[in-house]
Nanobody, 122 residues
Framework: VQLQASGGGLVQAGDSLRLSCAASRSTFSTYTMGWFRQASGKEREFVAIIRWSAGSTYYADSVKGRFTISRANAKNTVYLQMNSLKPEDTAVYYC????????????????WGQGTQVTVSS
């Protein structure tokens, strides 16, 4: 599946952004979708996933209560609503897909989008 992420930008601390990730396949509903991020000089880290079955969600502790992942299967799209952004949220955000998956491990996701830059100024 091909993924196209969008919605990044430059915002101030406390602002909100919504990232979107459009998938190319009509079998989108069978994919667990994830958001990961990579800050400059750091390793890629898990942000959130939404599972293909039942739509259960999981978040990194660093974003819990501020970020919300959701999906619109009819639109083949997954979203990441980011509120109360902090400078430490600055990173390139990637969406990823894992068919019938349940993992939060980036290595288990076989398809990746191109990334979208989020920069939060203090």
């Amino acid at each position: 599946v091909q993924l196209q992420a969008s919605g990044g930008g430059l915002v101030q601390a406390g602002d909100s952004l919504r990232l979107s990730c459009a998938a190319s396949r009509s079998t989108f509903s069978t994919y667990t979708m994830g958001w990961f991020r990579q800050a400059s000089g750091k390793e890629r880290e898990f942000v959130a996933i939404i599972r293909w079955s039942a739509g259960s969600t999981y978040y990194a502790d660093s974003v819990k209560g501020r970020f919300t992942i959701s999906r619109a299967n009819a639109k083949n799209t997954v979203y990441l609503q980011m509120n109360s952004l902090k400078p430490e949220d600055t990173a390139v955000y990637y969406c990823a897909a894992d068919r019938y998956g349940s993992s939060r491990n980036a290595a288990d996701f076989g398809s990746w989008g191109q990334g979208t830059q989020v920069t939060v100024s203090s």
